[in-house]
């Protein structure tokens, strides 16, 4: 009896390693598009609500298997949004979609096929954004994760975020004519976020708008796989959960390796960006003297940046070779001169996080933003979902890798 029970755990792990091994690989490598610029620019309004402008430039690297490019979807952090405007003629409409959910969707002017690239852009007015209060008291701090891609590679994400009357910000990032600017490359499944701190005082925020918990995990089921017996049963079920889990894991780490694999600037798992920056001595607008560290005047506000330029570790001259060891964020001075500065931007290359689904289509999966996680899009974490692609995360699924656990759980019972 026991050599027969210990021959079935043998059968299952091999029919569940041949099945997804093939499918996750097939997941993992495929890329129907890459995403090459994904900027999104944000201001905030009187009353706390957000203006978010989009910018995205899509480039289509498949069109056999799943067809021209005619629509996509952008993730957005939660359904509270209005205002939906269109801002380029490619965007033929653009028009709110909330599903499991929070997305817009894009209508194209024209199908596009393999080899090019079409522009897009739109805009929205985003609330329930904010927390008051959140880690001190009299401050209201603002989280925002832009909707990230399970099958997509982001080459630049661009968040630039009006830094008028902000307290701090997490991560560090660059100053550009007044915009905090943060630059990430993605690869797939991978998400980035920051937070943006204000005085309570500094807009309207209403607290019946604030935003209570991030609900992380908390409608997370737990899972038993087994059936009514004599408890052995219950370790297939177990050794099946492992096996998808560890497999799942491998390829996707794989997928991510190779999307990092010859990119510039990354050393010791960090990325650094080294910025020369030239400053007027004297602010162009009242002509007041710039004082050392000044990136705008102090009396009119007007930025004191002349040029701005991203260079690499071989331009810093061997006279500066202390700023070539520095790992770590902050500004410099440059060759002696205090009008010239040297900043440096570290960011620690991100973790990529695994999906529990994927669509044939081209899908991306969630954004972080406030409220509680009802997607069955390939989110495991707790905030509001969306995607982007070319139709839903349910529209197809070679695989059954959207098949939720739930469906498949059978709990435990004693027997009587």
Known sequence: MKNKKRLLRISLLVFVFAILVPALSVTALADLDRIDEY?????????????????????????????????????????????????????????????????????????????????????????????????????????????????????????????????????????????LVWEQSLAKGVKFTVSVTYPNDAFGFDLEKTIKSDGQGDDEPGYAFGDEGDGDDGTIGAIILIAIIVIFFVVKKKASDAAYAGTANFSGGKKITRTRIIYYPTCQGCGAARSEGEENCSYCGRSLVKDKEVITEDQIPDTEKELKNIKTDGTYTYSGDPNTALRIHVVNIPVTRSSTSRSSSRSSSCASSSCACASSCACACACACAGGGRAGCSAKDFYNTALKLSQLEKRKRNKK
């Open 39 to 179: 900027r999104i620019t944000v201001d905030v309004n009187d009353d706390g609500t957000l203006k978010m402008t989009y910018h995205v430039v899509w480039t289509v690297l498949d069109s056999d298997s799943e067809g021209p490019l005619e629509w996509v979807k952008i993730g957005v952090p939660n359904d509270n949004f209005t205002e939906l405007v269109s801002l380029s003629d490619t965007a033929r409409s653009v028009t709110k979609l909330s599903e499991n959910g929070s997305w817009v969707r894009i209508d194209l002017d024209r199908k596009y096929y393999a080899g090019e690239t079409v522009e897009f852009d739109f805009s929205i007015v985003q609330d329930y954004m904010y927390q008051v209060n959140k880690l001190t008291e009299g401050e209201t701090v603002y989280s925002f994760t832009p909707g990230w891609f399970n099958d997509v590679r982001v080459r630049k994400l661009i968040i630039r975020w009006n830094g008028d009357k902000v307290l701090s910000k997490a991560p560090e990032c660059l100053v550009d004519e007044g915009y």
